[in-house]
């Protein structure tokens, strides 16, 4: 290998003035050209224009000197292109971009070899007259590299930047739901303090609803939104007097009435409620049934949001599993029994089959843990846990 020396005339004239590069690896070229002669000749007129060249045949001594970082250009026959996964060229883009690649090509080969700037190569010089060329393809070269490593920088750094805004993005948000959620909690927990002894009621039915939407798979939007509903479902009791709400006596008729429209006036409320309009979907369909007969809309089936089937059962577990002013707790086993044979009626099946599954392991959220447990866990019970067989396709 062949190291070129600065010709007289070279000394004689300011190389700097030449090449204003940003780095001194700028003014140092690897020429990797299989012709002895001709590499020379390419060495010698780079020398000339100002550059420190090296010429080499060697792919290893070429890949060796590019590691080193001292060479800001690579001048190479386009045949190297042709090699197996693009070459010399192919690997430095890859591995080396701030390094410029500028390509040797014969004059019949010029069109084709086009196609691999600016891939694999930042620009072509025609042999055997690169001369007239040489000064100023290499400057277009070097420059193009250079310009490749700022906009890698500019990405890195823009990518960084927008990385750290997305965090302190999520940071926020996850801090504004929290708080969010905890207003929403002290609201309900003032409506089921009203209620007295129901106290916790719709806490207990936004986990319930919690554990039936993990079991059923739901995403993490839904299974918010069924959280936020079973929160907020009877939300609507603000609106109804104590004299009907705490009535500890069956309602008449026209007490009925009124009670029923509790979930019209809960929906009133929160569908006004910024991010909350699925979780309105849930307030007024509570007392929706799986075969259209519930109110206030009278939808059937899948007419009403899944989120909104799943409050139902949620809320019937509980209303019937904790005393209300009008009526004691239901035995473990019985409320079982109602839920198997509403399964299709009233409730939706797949979301009662979830339940009686799961169940059983409620105890921690229940006013009388050790009733459930005890009642859950007795061998009488568990015959009634199991769901009754599908009917025939
Ligand atoms: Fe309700
Ligand atoms: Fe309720």
């Known amino acids: 290998m062949r190291t070129s020396s600065r010709s007289a005339r070279q000394e004689a004239r300011p190389a700097l003035r030449v090449v204003q590069s ?11 050209v299989a012709d002895a002669s001709f590499r020379e000749t390419v060495v ?89 060329d040489l000064r100023l393809t290499i400057h277009r070269a070097l420059a193009q590299a250079r310009l490749r490593i700022e906009n890698r920088e500019l990405r890195e750094s823009l ?13 926020s948000v996850r801090s504004v739901e929290r708080a969010y959620r905890l207003a929403l909690e002290s609201l309900v927990a003032a409506l089921d303090a009203r209620e007295g002894e129901t106290h916790r009621h719709s806490r207990r039915v936004a986990e319930y609803a919690g554990r039936l939407a993990d079991a059923l798979g739901v995403s ?22 104590d ?6 006596a069956p309602l008449t008729n026209d007490e009925w009435r009124i009670m029923r429209s509790h979930p019209r006036l809960g929906y009133n409320i929160v569908r006004g409620l910024p991010g909350l309009r699925a979780a309105a979907e849930c307030v007024i369909g509570h007392h929706e049934r799986w075969d259209g007969g519930g109110y206030p809309l009278g939808f059937a089936g899948e007419e009403l949001p899944r989120a909104a089937r799943v409050v139902a059962v949620a809320d019937a577990i509980d209303a ?19 839920l198997v044979q509403n399964r299709g009626t009233q409730f939706d099946p797949e979301v009662v089959d979830v339940a009686l599954q799961l169940f059983r392991g409620w105890a921690d959220l229940h006013p009388d843990a050790q009733a459930w447990r005890e009642v859950a866990e007795s061998a009488a019970s568990h015959a009634r846990f199991e769901p009754p067989a599908r009917e025939a396709a």
């Open 22 to 32: 940003a780095s001194p690896a700028d003014r140092r070229i690897l020429v990797i």
């Open 243 to 248: 004299s009907i709400l705490l009535k500890p």
């Open 44 to 132: 010698r007129l780079l020398a000339l224009d100002g550059f420190e060249a090296r010429g080499t045949v060697e792919r290893q001594e070429a890949l060796a000197c590019l590691e080193t970082g001292d060479f800001g250009l690579v001048l190479c026959e386009e045949s190297e292109t042709g090699t197996e996964g693009g070459g010399l060229p192919a690997h430095l883009r890859r591995e080396r971009p701030e390094i410029g690649v500028v390509l040797l090509v014969s004059e019949e080969r010029a069109e084709q070899a086009h196609l691999h700037v600016p891939a694999l190569a930042d620009d072509l010089l025609l042999k055997p007259r690169c001369r007239d």
């Open 220 to 241: 993490e939007g839904e299974k918010r939104d069924m959280f936020h509903g079973a929160l907020l479902h009877d939300l609507g009791k603000i609106g109804i007097p």
């Open 320 to 338: 019937m599993s904790v005393r209300r002013p009008y009526r004691d707790p239901l035995p473990f086993d019985r409320f079982v029994a109602e």
């Open 159 to 171: 990518d960084l930047e927008g990385e750290r805004h997305v965090r302190e993005l999520s940071r």
